[in-house]
């Protein structure tokens, strides 16, 4: 096979040769976990070295938007991203002068900032580890990862070659897929947009275009305010099984309500009558709801944890969408733009499922089985977003790198489909069922194993207990540094 080594950009260093730890991946988790590698102060330089093909370190997928009318769904005190310093982000605000320039930031609750300022935040985080040397950022996408001489070796899409003695796979939120019928009826239309993240993806939807957007959750709602900033009029559908939007964040300061961790319920069902308890409370108390979402989600990963296999998959098909819609609530200013939407007649929710399209030539034609009683009802719109989210049953095979590691047995997906298998220590499970020691899984990836792994808290927290166990790892290899030449 030929290949080739294009050159390097101007600013970018050759990556090195040989790393104690790669990390695979820098968006939030992977940044995070370089981070705190790097803190710590025992390793050396070129020891910790970053896969990531973005400019940028700790934005990822999540973040990594410029697009000022994007912002983070949860307020900026419970963006608990620094461990040992929960408001880091909340000061950084104030002090680099990001909040004076984002005045609209200021929600009833808290500070909804933009998504591009936690990114900058973050950016800010890794760069005295950058500019020191001690993480190397390569600016190239992990494509093959691979045991040779007891040690793993990484191969970037841009020639950069890495040995290394750990790797953590923080490759994140795979790319999401658009349901059969729409690609299969529209596959190579442009009028289907299976994307909407990546910043210009709705650029070319004219102000007074008809949207039918599949999908009504977060990332729905994301390209409406998108759609909205940039001036479109229109009217935009919002079609999903439930024809539910997600919740809104409640107003004022409140504690976390309830205890599950004393007697932790060990099925699904007893689980749904411990939260339903705590409602009755919470409602008789006059507290919000969503003081028990966030019990919930503190708690999740022990809850998770307690539950028997059977059980895990019992809540994920009978309670998950339930839990999502009101775990993944929507900002302030988002709660407040889906209400003046709906006043003015210009969004509409529709609960039902596609069972034809018929792409005609100035719109697209689509029939609806409408819930609950699957009248067919037929829509027409000149643009059809698909906002389902990330594909994370299809998490291996979205990426070269991890379906060769699963095809050599060195990982395998978790017993979910939530992402990919690992133990309780982080570490990937292998296809014998035994634990990989240094192979570790970050992030959203790990959700199986965890259960309430998504947000920013949780997602530091694993960070740190990694990062603990990369710490205590003795090495076998004593490396020497080369650099490779160009
Ligand atoms: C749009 C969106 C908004 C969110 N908003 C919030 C919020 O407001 N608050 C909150 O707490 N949580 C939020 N989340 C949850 C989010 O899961 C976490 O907060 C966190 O950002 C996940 O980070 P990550 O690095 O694991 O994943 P990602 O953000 O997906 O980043 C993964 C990174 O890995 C890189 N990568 C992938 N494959 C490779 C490869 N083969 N080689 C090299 N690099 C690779 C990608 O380029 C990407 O930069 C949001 C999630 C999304 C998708």
Redesign the pocket.
Same mark, same amino acid.
């Given at each position: 096979m030929l290949r080739i080594t294009l050159p390097l950009p101007k600013d970018v260093t050759p990556a090195p040769t040989t790393s104690r730890v790669a990390i695979? %991946?820098? %968006? *939030? =988790? %992977?940044?995070s976990l370089a981070r705190l590698l790097a803190v710590n102060g025992q390793y050396g330089p070129d020891d910790i070295v970053v *896969?990531?093909? #973005?400019a940028g370190l700790g $934005? $990822?997928?999540?973040? %990594?938007t410029r697009n000022p009318s994007?912002r983070?769904? &949860?307020a900026a005190h419970?963006?608990r991203a620094v461990p040992g310093d929960p408001q880091a982000f909340v000061h950084w605000l104030s002090a680099s002068g990001r909040l004076d320039l984002d005045p609209d930031a200021v929600g009833d609750g808290g500070i909804y900032a933009r998504?591009a300022d *936690?990114a900058a935040f973050m950016a800010e985080q890794i760069q005295p580890f950058l500019d020191r040397g001690s993480v190397r950022h390569v600016r190239? #996408?992990?494509?093959r990862i691979c045991r040779r001489h007891g040690r793993w070796q990484i191969e $970037?899409d841009r020639g950069a070659s890495v040995q290394s003695d750990i790797v953590v796979i923080? =490759? !994140?939120?795979p790319p999401p897929t658009p349901p059969d019928l729409l690609s299969d009826s529209l596959g190579g239309d442009a009028r289907l947009i299976s994307d909407p993240?990546p910043s210009g993806a709705l650029q070319a939807i004219g102000p007074d275009d008809k949207v039918l957007v599949v999908g009504a959750g977060? =990332?729905a709602l994301?390209a409406l305010g998108v759609l909205r900033a940039k001036g479109h009029c229109a009217e935009v559908t919002l079609l999903s099984r439930t024809g539910q939007l997600p919740q809104p964040q409640a107003s004022g300061d409140f504690a976390p309500h309830g205890d599950f961790l004393i007697g932790v319920p060990n099925t699904a069902l007893s689980l749904l009558e411990r939260v339903r308890f705590a409602l009755e409370e919470v409602t008789e108390a006059g507290l919000p709801w969503q003081s028990v979402f966030d019990a919930l989600r503190h708690q999740g990963q022990a809850i998770w944890q307690a539950l028997p296999l059977v059980e895990q998959r019992r809540v994920l098909r009978h309670l998950r969408r339930r839990f999502e819609a009101h775990r993944f609530r929507m900002s302030p200013q988002i709660a407040e733009l889906v209400e003046r939407e709906r006043a003015a007649g210009r969004l509409r929710s529709r609960a039902g499922r596609i069972v034809a399209v018929r792409p005609g030539h100035a719109e697209i034609v689509v029939d609806i089985a409408t819930k609950p009683h699957g009248i067919v009802v037929r829509h027409a719109a000149r643009w059809i977003i698909a906002a389902t989210g990330?594909d994370h049953g299809n998490v291996i095979g979205s990426?070269s790198?991890l379906a060769d590691m699963e095809g050599s047995g060195l990982l395998r997906k978790d017993p979910h489909g939530l992402g990919i298998a690992c133990d309780e220590d982080s570490r990937a499970v292998a296809r014998d069922g035994y634990p990989v020691e240094d192979l570790f899984i970050?992030?959203?990836?790990a959700r199986g194993a965890f259960g309430e792994l =998504? !947000? &920013?808290?949780e997602?530091a927290a694993q960070a740190e207990r990694i990062v603990q166990q990369v710490l205590a790892m003795r090495f076998a290899t004593t490396r020497t540094i080369t650099i490779r030449s160009l």
């Open positions: 695979i %991946g820098g %968006g *939030f =988790t %992977g940044a *896969f990531e093909s #973005r $934005g $990822g997928l999540a973040y %990594g994007l983070l769904n &949860v419970r963006m998504r *936690f190239e #996408r992990a494509e $970037g923080a =490759t !994140g939120h993240l977060l =990332t994301d990330p990426q790198c970050a992030g959203p990836l =998504t !947000g &920013v808290p997602i």
